[in-house]
């Protein structure tokens, strides 16, 4: 099973930037980013497959930018505009069934150890 490793967590005030990282112990062609606030359910973020085509989650559209480097195994997320709502423990995902398709955690099954997210107003 790959094993992932998210980094570049932090806090940050309401209109503020963070860009996250996740390093894969080996290539995967379809790769995403899911968030899990505190009491809620973990939710998908944004997806990218091996042609490049991107999902988003309609919270994130537009504010967010999911992107690959295949040569070094890595996912990474481009967060703008972050709002206060952002604040969640967000983790990387590698090619559960459906990948590109749909943005659902039910399928993945393997997780990394998450990276938190602080957004204040």
């Known amino acids: 099973q790959v094993q992932l490793v998210e980094t570049g967590g932090g806090s940050v005030q309401a209109g503020g930037s963070l860009r996250l990282s996740c390093a894969a112990s080996?290539?995967?062609?379809?790769m995403g980013w899911f968030r899990q606030a505190p009491g809620k359910k973990r939710e998908g973020v944004a997806s990218?497959?091996?042609?490049?085509?991107?999902l988003y989650a309609n919270s994130v559209k537009g504010r967010f930018t999911i992107s690959k480097d295949n040569a070094k195994n890595t996912l990474y997320l481009q967060m703008n505009s972050l709002k206060p709502e952002d604040t969640a423990k967000y983790y990387c995902?590698?090619?559960?069934?459906?990948?590109?398709?749909?943005?659902?955690?039910?399928?993945?099954?393997?997780w990394g150890q998450g990276t938190q997210v602080t957004v204040s107003s």
């Open positions: 080996e290539y995967r062609r379809c």
């Open positions: 990218i497959d091996v042609d490049g085509i991107t």
């Open positions: 995902a590698a090619e559960w069934v459906g990948c590109g398709t749909w943005l659902n955690p039910a399928a993945v099954d393997g």
